[in-house]
């Protein structure tokens, strides 16, 4: 079965920095669109961050643009999200996900059809 762990997550400061990882077993990300997606309790799922599979277009939701960065590394079959100057309100249970669905936005979560099983981010003082 294809899987995908994600690893990186704990708590942090506000203003401090954590990096999640995305890794895959059983097949190569490469060939695929990669989002990572954040719930935190008592909200919906959102999308946070989207890399496609080529030419590497990197899209972002609003409330994180200029703090986090999405990258690829093939050669390790991992995509990365570097969140920096993070604060209370980027607390949530992350996500990545792989699809290759056409047809459906870089946040729209029909378009990736698989997913981790989430790493806790938590940032307080």
């Known amino acids: 079965q294809l899987q995908l762990v994600e690893s990186g997550g704990g708590l942090v400061q506000p203003g401090g920095s954590l990096r999640l990882s995305c890794a895959a077993s059983?097949?190569?990300?490469?060939?695929?669109?990669i989002g990572w997606f954040r719930q935190a309790p008592g909200k919906e799922r959102e999308g946070v961050s989207c890399?496609?599979?080529?030419?590497?277009?990197?899209y972002y939701t609003d409330s994180v643009k200029g703090r986090f960065t999405i990258s690829r590394d093939n050669a390790k079959n991992t995509v990365y999200l570097q969140m920096n100057n993070l604060k209370p309100e980027d607390t949530a249970v992350y996500y990545c996900?792989?699809?290759?669905?056409?047809?459906?936005?870089?946040?729209?979560?029909?378009?990736?059809?698989?997913w981790g099983q989430g790493t806790q981010v938590t940032v307080s003082s």
């Open positions: 890399i496609t599979s080529s030419p590497g277009t990197t």
């Open positions: 996900a792989a699809g290759r669905r056409e047809g459906w936005g870089p946040f729209s979560a029909s378009g990736y059809a698989y």
């Open positions: 059983r097949f190569t990300l490469g060939g695929y669109r």
